[in-house]
């Protein structure tokens, strides 16, 4: 089994930055895909982030340019800057690893907050 959590959620004023970070334990290894989904009130979860487990990185449309993701192999981590931050990005944030087989494992989620 694969075990996410996450950290660095939180409330900042519209522009400002926050950095999520999530860790991987078990059985997680570089051959999983890892990401970042948000969800927010009433609306369905969207991609974020996903870095596939041989580095290609991609980016939701509403958060490319501003947001970016970096992946550590030998601590099985993947953080998330977040800059020029709006209140659209209000959401809950959720951490993902795939295994190469397409088992999805999830976090528990991190809230963040834009708001003046």
């Known amino acids: 089994q694969v075990q996410l959590v996450e950290s660095g959620g939180g409330s900042v004023q519209p522009g400002g930055s926050l950095r999520l970070s999530c860790a991987g334990s078990?059985?997680?290894?570089?051959?999983?895909?890892m990401g970042w989904h948000r969800q927010a009130p009433g609306k369905q979860r969207e991609l974020v982030a996903a870095v596939s487990s041989g580095g290609v990185t991609s980016y939701g449309d509403s958060v490319k340019g501003r947001f970016t993701m970096s992946r550590d192999n030998v601590k099985n981590t993947v953080d998330l800057q977040m800059n020029s931050l709006k209140p659209e990005d209000t959401a809950v944030y959720f951490c993902y690893a795939r295994s190469p087989w397409g088992t999805a494992s999830w976090g528990q989620g991190t809230q963040v907050t834009v708001s003046s």
């Open positions: 078990g059985s997680i290894s570089r051959l999983y895909a």
